[in-house]
């Protein structure tokens, strides 16, 4: 089949509903392998791709610019691990809403002693979705910052948690973490369907179910509303991209790990060539408007969301604002060397920061083998997302 004929099949599939035989189509068209001349089956699954799910490569780094931060537990490993979804889960095939009912992993992985991690579910008319709430010890009913946690393909919030310790900082920083999750009813792989339009606009589809959460938590814990952030990895991230473009109001910073821009894909097969290649140039969506600050982590190796993506978020949030900009490189003893790059505004806050990480691949920089899609090696992605979260608030009115 010539290319276009693929595309066109693969979007009459996609249509159809079957995804997967859709992804595995233009997976093999990307990778330039012989594809079938007859629709594909759709009795055989087990031979084929699974749908937009992450994968496993990626690297760790720590700044040398500044004085030098605590390694991540796990950074003496050598090499970089995987740790497959729950093995029952898989065998069973249960919904991440099933696992949610089970008792939480109450390991010092996810929450550290005295802290909470609770359920909760938000509805609405555009459906539900249920969630992971960290408290951190020391909540006594004073405001407290607000991270909304947007995790990957065939992930869940409680493996989300473990891979990144986003749990543990925040146990420090004295911050609220919401971690949304995505069932497999909404989408095969637990992937957050960025490249759907109609999950790319306010007051519609998933969008408005991560505002909602979001706000449900501000009105039954006391959150300091002008401290509220939304991060991501790979789907997650271009969720979180999408979130600081249509919520501007609600976020006041947004960090993207291996993600890609709000709108550079509208269906499936344009969302495979935008993480193959990096999508058509992105609308620029701050207009007048000062950009949404953003972190930005992305591996030069990564194969699976190309590299090209990490730069357009960063031009699609700068728009036409004049910045002056900073380089920094260094290097994490025994680990991976990066480029920094802050880009700052006319008073000198930086409110672009982009982590070009060299030689890393697709997985959360400088996370734990306690969760799943994550390098050890650094540098510590949580860490410097949640210190410039911190940096940023809203502005008073």
């Known amino acids: 089949m010539l290319n276009q004929d693929i595309i066109r099949e693969a979007t ?30 759709t009795g055989g699954r087990a031979a084929l791709a699974g749908p937009l799910i992450i994968d496993v490569r990626a690297n760790v780094v720590e700044e040398t610019d500044r004085p030098p931060q605590s390694e991540p537990a796990t950074t003496a490993q050598p090499r970089m691990r995987r740790t497959l979804p729950d093995r029952k889960e898989a065998r069973s095939g249960i919904g991440l809403r099933d696992v949610m009912k089970r008792a939480p992993r109450s390991t010092p992985d996810i929450v550290p002693e005295g802290a909470r991690f609770i359920e909760g579910t938000y509805s609405s008319p555009a459906g539900s979705r249920a969630y992971r709430l960290f408290i951190p010890s020391g909540y006594r009913q004073q405001p407290l910052p607000l991270v909304v946690m947007l995790h990957g393909c065939t992930q869940s919030p409680d493996d989300f948690a473990a891979g ?20 497999s009813r909404a989408n095969q792989a637990k992937c957050w369907n960025w490249f759907r339009t109609a999950d790319q606009q306010r007051g519609r589809g998933e969008p408005s179910l991560i505002a909602g ?50 709108g550079v894909a509208t269906d499936l097969p344009s969302a495979l060539v935008a993480m193959r290649q990096g999508g058509p140039n992105p609308k620029v969506i701050s207009g007048d408007r000062p950009p949404v600050p953003t972190i930005i982590f992305h591996g030069d190796r990564d194969t699976t969301v190309h590299p090209n993506n990490g730069d357009q978020i960063l031009e699609q949030s700068l728009g036409a604002t004049r910045t002056q900009k900073k380089v920094h490189r260094g290097q994490v003893p025994g680990g991976h060397a990066y480029t ?9 806050r930086g409110i672009l920061e982009h982590w070009n990480i060299h030689g890393a691949g ?28 911190l940096e940023h608030s809203h502005l008073e009115e």
């Open 340 to 348: 920094r790059t802050i880009l700052s505004d006319a008073h000198g």
């Open 362 to 389: 697709h997985a959360w920089s400088g996370g734990s083998p306690a969760g799943s899609y994550t390098d050890p090696r650094g540098p510590d992605a949580t860490r410097e997302m949640l210190r410039f979260f």
């Open 164 to 183: 990144t310790r986003m749990n543990l900082l925040a146990e420090e920083h004295h911050c609220f973490v919401a971690y949304p999750a995505q069932p």
């Open 213 to 262: 959460i979001t706000r449900q938590i501000m009105d039954d814990y006391l959150v300091d509303r002008k401290r509220v952030y939304v991060g991501g990895l790979s789907a997650g991230a271009a969720a979180a991209a999408i979130m600081g473009a249509t919520y501007n109001d609600l976020y006041a910073a947004i960090g993207i790990h291996s993600g890609l821009a709000c």
């Open 12 to 41: 009459r599939l996609t249509r159809a509903g079957q995804l997967v035989e859709a992804t595995a189509l233009l997976q093999r068209m990307l990778r330039g392998e012989p594809t079938p001349d007859a629709p594909a089956d």
